[in-house]
């Protein structure tokens, strides 16, 4: 199991998605019911974590263990960025411009 970095975490939509798709590369069709089933959770709940982006790390790694011939430590990551950057001022681009045309 990897270290928690801060601010990072798995992205549960895109790790289904790859997960299909690998396996459909493969030649194996593996639907979302199916998954949930390997995981030993309910249709509801999977599609909880699939609509709120949202899924405990056990979940993430049972996944990679389940289906390791078709992800093996496949991580797909969202990192969330909490400094707030200053927008560039476009303004005096713009008052330069109408002191010339004066």
Do not use: C, H
């Amino acid at each position: 199991m990897r270290a928690k970095k801060e601010n990072v975490r798995e992205v549960f939509p895109a790790t289904i998605d790859r997960l299909i798709e690998r396996a459909q590369d493969a030649g194996t069709t593996l639907t979302e019911t199916a998954i949930a089933a390997e995981l030993g959770i309910s249709m509801e709940t999977f599609k909880i974590y699939y609509q709120k982006d949202k899924a405990p790390s056990e979940i993430f790694d049972l996944m990679r263990k389940k289906f390791k011939q078709f992800i093996g430590t496949l991580y797909i990551e969202r990192v969330v960025l909490t400094d707030e950057f200053d927008e560039p001022d476009s303004d005096d681009e713009d008052q330069e411009g109408e002191e010339e045309g004066s």
